[in-house]
Antibody, heavy 122, light 107 residues
């Protein structure tokens, strides 16, 4: 059974940093691209970042480029999102999500983590 | 960036009725259009991929259609569990984008 278990998140001041983790099980983690998607209060979903299975390629939304870093440790089956220079507008529930097919970047998500709330406020 | 516009923002219907949700893209995405549903407090769930393909375990009352810039999600006969927020997403090009969502509520 595919499981994505998220940790991290919480309250942070503007300008602060936070790291989210997503521990994967039930599939061959290293062969799947992984993604982060967020949903701010009262808003729709927003794609944040993606990383290929090997970790060789990463992609970012303009809204987080230069501030967030996506990474993965395939030996630990874990995906990360390092969030720096946080702003109030980064307040959202963050989800990790698995790409639907292996060995590529198909950009559609068939399994999601439970979500973790990040609140940026003084 | 491809902008997706969903309509209506809110749809009020009764169980047993037919629901038609729209997603329009600012430029062609071919058939690389995905639908998710999200219930309060839950993660999104994949419904339809590549415009018309039901994901694993999705009932046949859900169907998707369209290509290019205009897409439709149809729920043939609403069940109580279907009332949720529906999101469309394009996977045609980076950056990936979502629509703002359609809230399907019980009338």
């Amino acid at each position: 059974e595919v499981q994505l278990l998220q940790s991290g998140g919480g309250l942070v001041q503007p300008g602060g940093s936070l790291r989210l983790s997503c521990a994967a099980s039930g599939f061959t983690f290293s062969t799947y691209a992984m993604n982060w998607v967020r949903r701010a209060p009262g808003k729709g979903l927003e794609w944040v970042s993606s990383i290929t299975g090997s970790g060789d390629s990463t992609y970012y939304a303009d809204s987080v480029k230069g501030r967030f870093i996506i990474s993965r440790d395939n030996s630990k089956n874990t995906l990360y999102l390092q969030m720096n220079s946080l702003r109030a507008e980064d307040t959202a529930v963050y989800y990790c999500a698995k790409d639907m097919y292996a060995l590529g970047s198909y950009k559609m998500f068939d399994y999601w983590g439970q979500g973790t709330l990040v609140t940026v406020s003084s | 960036e491809i902008v997706l516009t969903q309509s209506p923002a809110t749809l009020s219907l009764s169980p047993g009725e037919r629901a038609t949700l729209s997603c329009r893209a600012s430029q062609s995405v071919s058939t690389f259009l995905v639908w998710y549903l999200q219930k309060p407090g839950q993660a999104p769930r994949l419904l339809i991929y590549d415009a018309s393909n039901r994901a694993t375990g999705i009932p046949a009352r859900f169907s998707g259609s369209g290509s290019g810039t205009d897409f439709t999600l149809t729920i043939s006969s609403l069940e109580p569990d279907d009332f949720a927020v529906y999101h469309c997403q394009q996977r045609s090009s980076w950056p990936l984008t979502f629509g703002q969502g359609t809230r399907l509520e019980i009338k």
